[in-house]
């Protein structure tokens, strides 16, 4: 057969070229001498087995599902368009019960594909070889954005007459123009049918810094299937384009020095190593803690089966069965035509993994950091190595882990002080011109500490004005000359399967309630009580944080009591947040309802990953975290999922041009009452005697 | 004249043994062998002279003011107990216009003393020697607590026949008896007219971790001034004393090894050193900052004179004019006799300060640490070193200045990122049980991050329990046998005198409004407005804190504008933060009324300093921020001081047994339109070339 030939010789040259790329990523990522890669030896996934029922799918694997669906009957005349090739994870239960050396539970695969304008949803079976489980436009929405529907895209406008008249017009040369097809999000039924994009254009010229020259109010909608530009939007003609003048940024470009003093080389150093293991790929071991970790097309990164050991008796003890960002929500605060409908869900629509270029060395991540990659699918299902996506390194940043002095008041002439060290797995997208890193921070107190930086570019939008004259009728400070920094808002929903001790948990709202005093009782007139209140359906689980009706959020374990007959738990501690204010019937927010809510909490389901829905792009909002909590199922000592959502508000400044120091915020999960007393109370001091002894590498 | 020369011994022995005990101290804080000072040379204070306006009065000053008041005529026949005696600070306008070399606006001291039960605030010209100002008793409330007051009130108990008969029947001996007395708070006309202070017991049999071991229901009122027990209160005889076991927290008692695998060592290296200087023993220069950095006796550390430098010009251009930790609020919530009055100040109280005992080399800062000694005064008025208060040190810690990634998208292959080095100025006060770690911590980007860290013990309740019974009728969880963590909160009020490019600015509430969308405007039903409102009085800028009415807080220069006509300015960052619920007329809340709004401003006032008042101890809160907020005064363009309450409500739990891992809040300073563009784009990244070459000690 002709045709599977050409389809195979297709497959292997490009697994082989894909390979190829991932190696000398791993090589060129280099921009400047003197950098260095200081990974560890590249890996050959090539011949990669897998070793845990939760590690991804591997090389060989993504071939096998190639191989399944190429001769899968209703693909047999047109192969569709792969999205997502993803290790379908077995059932819970199977992962708990195996253990190193058992068989694996069968290894499956989900994928996510389009064929005529249909989404499809698969299940592959590697081990029988088949499908299944099909599903056809299960929910609204779509796959995720490929990159061939986002290079397709890119392409669509210069082809367009129309566009080509108004490029010439502004005296823009098409060889300096960059278009790229931001979503188009969901607006009802004029959008629905059909697979949409809006693409905007920028000029690049004199500067790889493009976002911060658009064109202003050109917007094209592009069918993603048939390329066509369905409308073509002009506003703004009279908008001129922002100078390219102190765009730049890379490195390289700067002709001046920062006015600053210069500072001295500065290093986190373990000259023995690191002190933690990655075995078979994806099992960390570090201090106290040993979980699995892994690269997501979708999530960025996850983290999955988390455990940390008792301080008493040492056993391992769950915690966490799956963390990861689930989905984003970013819309943005301008109603014009050509801004109206971003709003993005950067998860769902583009992949937060499939946008982690590989991290730098020395500069996202510390020396001695070790170095993971990504294998996901390409369109054609064939296997590709995003390298260097996560970095694992510890850190030590001056931080206190705990202290106490005696001295003043006592006979006791005690300075007991512990230095801080945590174990740090990150990762960091570019999702166009947004860069967000994400940090799962590992304490030996048992705490994790999850963090979401955002740098990179603002969306800015040009403007006639050189000065702001009235800020009131703009939709953003005017941070440069002809350009709005448009307000706009970020939120990032975490999906948190805890297991404290096993799977069936409950959530207790420790509510903090304001009592008085009875006549006579107390000079006192008022005091605080801490009233516990467990959640036993998903609605007494939907929260808005309250600054004056305070509250923690313990997920415990109810059967599993401490010594002091305390069940043991975990809470949640959520850092500065913000909520989003949109209206709950706006399109946007419909689609992104799963940001109704700081925290909500629904039984375990394997189906309830993605809080905008496993087909997020264009999604009508039919299949969110909200629709799915508001079945109102019990969760009372049951396998409960905890979700959280951090937020900021963004109004832009000055600061934020050309690029945007990192802004950060997060949560922690804290043991309450998990251990029987401070887990690291015999952890030992740093000595002088220990530590490095370093030379400045210039003299060496 | 005898009494004068005897006077004049003591005087000089005194001094000379603080000396003594000052260099002692910092060659004597090492616990054990290979722990390292690592501090540089120590100073001889006893010559020093000051090189700075706002540099802390010397020993040689202090000296000088004991002899002006020996020779005050008011005190010529008893010499007062002095609390405090701190520099009286030269107006701002003089601080501001005075340049190195130029003579000093006149040096004068700041004192408060009691005698005969009354309060004197005195001013002491240094250079006239005169006593410039002497006022008695100007507000309710006392000067904080001295070492002498609680070093005899811890002794009073010992000698009244109840107390010794109720230690009896419990079967303490009296060798095994530790007593500390807690502060009175003031609750109404039965607590005034005298100075009185709660003692309470606790057993050191076994422990140094007394704090864990109380002797419950045991209170005394003591007379501060006649060391009289006013008052004997026993309840509780029935509660066992918490056992002592697994309570002490230094490394050399403990006998296990922790459950977990060693970390190999890891520290921040500079093999060059750090980058900052500290000139004329207080002015700290580093990147592209300049400040005047302090010891203070009441607030623990105070940051003056902070400058930026622009990015542009180089140009250094003021930020804050000063900033510290101005009172805590610490109230307890549990209405027994022997816990109602506790609702600590600790700043006014205690003295952070003077609480604050020699950091931990390598523990509690790290490696190529600078550390800074505190001269404060005896009761006497000598002058006394507070050794290593302070710890100033670069961090980096392994995180992202800013970060960029093209290539997915675009013909741009990118990979900028910038590592994020800091510098901290940091001191830890152990306030009885507890220890605050403050950190100010400087970016490059211009970024303020103020942070407290809260470790050391709980201070726990006795109970009958072993178990758990029905917490509902506690104060606050068992968090071990016989011993309740009672819920309580902790709240911090810095005083922030920013001064953005001059001491005129505005503060501006930029609010984020929901808006509809008119009928057809668009196909978003909603977006967000940012509306700008200048605050015009004090009660405009009275803020409460609302996740769902958000805002952002400018302080700006309405007078500077950047070239795209922005106003320069700084926001305040609220992190994770707890609000206080007590009603507004209970007696603790009204003394700490400075909690009833997150965010206030006022107009300069050199006497506003303390938001409890400068009498704090007993203090009625007739002095507190809140009364001279209320007085309304004009805000707009004017000199401002922005005043920002932090808070925790803390539930313990078991893992704060016996000493508590850190929990650390804190909030930011952030450049709004301040600099033209981002202020380190020009950053360079790290390059191995430059990193330390360093190898294990043990290979040494």
Redesign the interface.
């Known amino acids: 057969m002709e045709k599977t030939s050409c389809l195979h010789f297709c497959f292997i040259s490009c697994l082989v070229l894909f390979i190829i790329v991932g190696s000398w990523y791993r090589s060129s990522?280099s921009?400047?001498p003197?950098?260095?890669l200081?990974t560890q030896k590249p890996i050959d996934h090539s011949a990669e087995t897998p070793h845990h029922p939760l590690d991804p799918l591997t090389v060989k694997e993504i071939n096998r599902v190639r191989t399944i669906l190429s001769s899968y009957e209703p693909f047999s005349f047109t192969f569709p368009t792969i999205h997502t090739i993803l290790l379908h994870e077995p059932d819970k239960v199977q992962v708990l019960k195996w253990r190193k050396g058992d068989p694996f539970p069968p290894r499956k695969a989900q994928v996510l594909a389009l064929l005529n304008g249909q989404s499809h949803v698969l299940n592959v079976d590697l081990d029988s070889r088949r499908v299944t489980g099909h599903a056809i436009n299960p929910s609204s929405g779509y796959p995720m954005l490929s990159?061939d529907d986002?290079?397709a895209a890119?392409k669509a406008p210069f082809s367009n007459a129309e566009f080509n008249k108004s490029i010439a017009a502004r005296g823009v040369s098409s060889s300096d123009l960059?278009c790229?097809p931001p979503s188009a999000g969901w607006?009802?039924p004029n959008e629905e049918g059909k697979r949409v994009v809006k693409v905007l254009c920028y000029s690049?010229e004199s500067t790889?810094n493009?976002n911060m020259r658009p064109i202003e109010g050109l917007v094209m909608t592009v069918d993603l299937d048939t390329l066509e530009v369905l409308k073509f939007s002009e506003t703004g003609g009279d908008i001129p384009i922002p100078k390219s003048t102190?765009t730049d940024?890379?490195?390289t470009a700067?002709t001046?020095?920062?006015?600053?003093?210069?500072?001295?080389?500065?290093?986190?150093?373990?000259?023995?190593?690191?002190?933690f293991r990655v075995e078979d790929g994806h099992i960390v071991?570090?201090?106290?803690w040993v979980f699995h970790l892994k690269a997501d097309h979708r999530a960025g990164l996850v983290i999955s089966r988390v455990m940390v050991?008792?301080?008493?008796?040492?056993e391992l003890r769950d915690v966490m069965y799956k963390g990861f960002a689930s989905e984003f929500f970013v819309?943005y605060?301008?109603?014009?035509e050509s801004w109206?409908?971003k709003s993005y869900m950067d998860a769902g629509e583009y992949g937060l993994g499939?946008?982690a270029?590989?991290?730098?060395p020395?500069?996202?991540?510390?020396?001695h950091s070790y170095y993971m990659d990504g294998i996901f699918a390409t369109t054609d299902g064939n296997p590709f190595v995003q390298p260097n996506m996560i970095c694992l390194?510890?850190?030590?940043?001056?931080?206190?882990?705990?202290?106490?002095?005696?001295?003043?008041?006592?006979?006791?002439?005690?300075?007991?002080?512990?230095?801080?060290?945590t174990l740090?797995a990150r990762t960091?997208a570019?999702v166009?011109n947004y860069?967000y890193?994400f940090d799962w921070e590992f304490?030996?107190?048992?705490?994790i500490n999850v963090k979401v930086?955002l740098?990179?570019?603002l969306m800015v939008k040009g403007s006639p004005y050189?000065?702001?004259?009235n800020?009131?009728a703009m939709?953003?400070?005017?941070?440069?000359?002809n350009l709005i920094g448009v307000?706009h808002?970020h939120f990032v929903t975490f999906h948190l399967d805890m297991d404290i001790d096993g799977a069936n948990n409950s959530f207790v709202n420790?509510n903090?309630v304001?009592e008085?005093?009875l006549p006579g009782?107390?000079?006192?007139?008022?005091?605080?009580?801490?009233?516990?209140k467990i959640a036993k359906t998903e609605k007494d689980a939907q929260i808005?944080?309250?600054?004056?009706d305070?509250s923690?959020f313990h997920m415990i374990n109810p059967s599993k009591r401490?010594r002091?007959?305390?069940p043991t738990g975990y809470k949640i501690?959520?850092?500065?947040?913000?909520?989003s204010?949109?209206?709950h019937?706006?399109?946007?927010?419909l689609r992104s309802a799963f940001t109704n809510n700081q925290i909500w909490v629904t039984p375990y389901n394997k189906s309830e990953q993605w809080a905008g829905g496993l087909l997020t792009y264009q999604s009508r909002g039919d299949d969110t975290l909200a629709v799915w909590s508001e079945r109102d199922r019990s969760i009372e000592n049951k396998d409960i999922v905890l979700w959280y959502t951090l937020g900021f508000?963004h109004?832009p400044?000055?600061?934020?041009?050309?690029?945007?120091?990192?802004v950060?915020s997060g949560f922690e999960l804290k043991?309450?009452?998990?251990?029987?007393?401070?887990?690291?109370?015999?952890?030992?001091?740093?000595?002088?005697?220990?530590?490095?002894?370093?030379?400045?590498?210039?003299?060496?």
Chains 1, 2 share one sequence.
């Open positions: 990522i921009p400047l003197g950098y260095s200081q990159m986002i290079s890119s960059i790229l607006f009802g690049k790889p493009f102190d940024y890379r490195y700067q001046k020095e920062p006015q600053m003093e210069p500072l001295n080389p500065i290093s986190i150093e373990q000259p023995k190593g690191p002190s071991k570090w201090a106290n050991r008792d301080s008493e008796n040492g819309p605060m301008d109603l014009d109206y409908f499939m946008s270029l590989p991290l730098v020395l500069n996202d991540c510390p020396r390194f510890e850190r030590y940043s001056g931080d206190i882990s705990w202290r106490h002095s005696e001295g003043l008041l006592t006979d006791f002439q005690i300075r007991e002080a512990r230095p801080k060290v740090v960091a570019s166009g860069d890193i304490q030996t107190d048992g705490l930086g740098s990179g570019m050189h000065q702001a004259p800020q009131d939709s953003g400070p005017l941070i440069s000359e307000v808002d420790v903090l304001k008085r005093s009782e107390s000079p006192r007139k008022s005091y605080l009580k801490a009233k516990r808005k944080l309250k600054l004056y305070p923690e401490s002091l007959g305390n501690v959520p850092g500065g947040t913000a909520a204010l949109l209206d019937d706006d399109p946007p927010q508000h109004i400044c000055q600061e934020d041009f050309p690029v945007m120091p990192t950060t043991p309450v009452n998990f251990f029987e007393s401070n887990p690291i109370l015999r952890a030992a001091p740093a000595f002088e005697k220990d530590l490095p002894v370093c030379r400045s590498s210039a003299s060496s």
